[in-house]
Antibody, heavy 117, light 109 residues
Framework: EVQLVESGGGLVQPGGSLRLSCEVS????????MTWLRQAPGKGPEWVAT????????YFVDSVKGRFTISRDNAKNSLYLQMNSLRAEDTAVYYC??????????WGQGTLVTVSP | ETVMTQSPATLSVSPGERATLSCRAS??????LAWYQQKPGQAPRLLIY???TRATGIPARFSGGGSGTDFTLTISSLQSEDFAVYYC???????????FGQGTKLEIK
């Protein structure tokens, strides 16, 4: 069974940092591109970042470029999102997802990030 | 950036009836279009990809159509478990700049 479990969310002040983790099981992690998405309250999902199966290609939405970093450890079956210089508009539930040809076929349950004074 | 616009925002339909949801792209996305279902407190679930291909395990009552800029998701006979929010997502172009619609809430009439 494919499982993705996010962790690391919480309350952080504007300008602060958080590191999200996503631990996966049930599939060969090193074979798949992985993605972080987020969903602000009452809004549709938003694509945040994607990393190739071997980490060789990385892509970000413009609004997080220079602030967020995506990485992975294939030996640990884990995906990460380092978020710096956080803003109120980064408040959302963050999901990791397994990507298949640009579709998001499996999602985790999400972790809530709240940026507030 | 390709903007995805879904209509209507809310659709009220009775169980057993047909529901048709629309999604329009601000520029052509060919058939690079997916549909997701999201229930309260859950992550989105992939229903349809490549505009008309059902994902694994998705019932045949879900069908997708369209190409270019106009797409539809049809649920032929609504079951109680189908009442949820539905999102479209485009994945045309490279490097990736995936965008989602704002959603259509399908509610019981």
């Amino acid at each position: 069974e494919v499982q993705l479990v996010e962790s690391g969310g919480g309350l952080v002040q504007p300008g602060g940092s958080l590191r999200l983790s996503c631990e996966v099981s049930g599939f060969i992690f090193s074979s798949y591109w992985m993605t972080w998405l987020r969903q602000a309250p009452g809004k549709g999902p938003e694509w945040v970042a994607t990393i190739a199966h071997d980490g060789s290609n990385i892509y970000f939405v413009d609004s997080v470029k220079g602030r967020f970093t995506i990485s992975r450890d294939n030996a640990k079956n884990s995906l990460y999102l380092q978020m710096n210089s956080l803003r109120a508009e980064d408040t959302a539930v963050y999901y990791c997802a397994r990507e298949a040809h640009s579709k998001f076929e499996y999602w985790g349950q999400g972790t809530l990030v709240t940026v507030s004074p | 950036e390709t903007v995805m616009t879904q209509s209507p925002a809310t659709l009220s339909v009775s169980p057993g009836e047909r529901a048709t949801l629309s999604c329009r792209a601000s520029q052509s996305v060919s058939t690079k279009l997916a549909w997701y279902q999201q229930k309260p407190g859950q992550a989105p679930r992939l229903l349809i990809y490549d505009a008309s291909t059902r994902a694994t395990g998705i019932p045949a009552r879900f069908s997708g159509g369209g190409s270019g800029t106009d797409f539809t998701l049809t649920i032929s006979s609504l079951q109680s478990e189908d009442f949820a929010v539905y999102y479209c997502q485009q994945y045309n172009g490279w490097p990736p700049l995936y965008t989602f619609g704002q959603g259509t809430k399908l509610e019981i009439k």
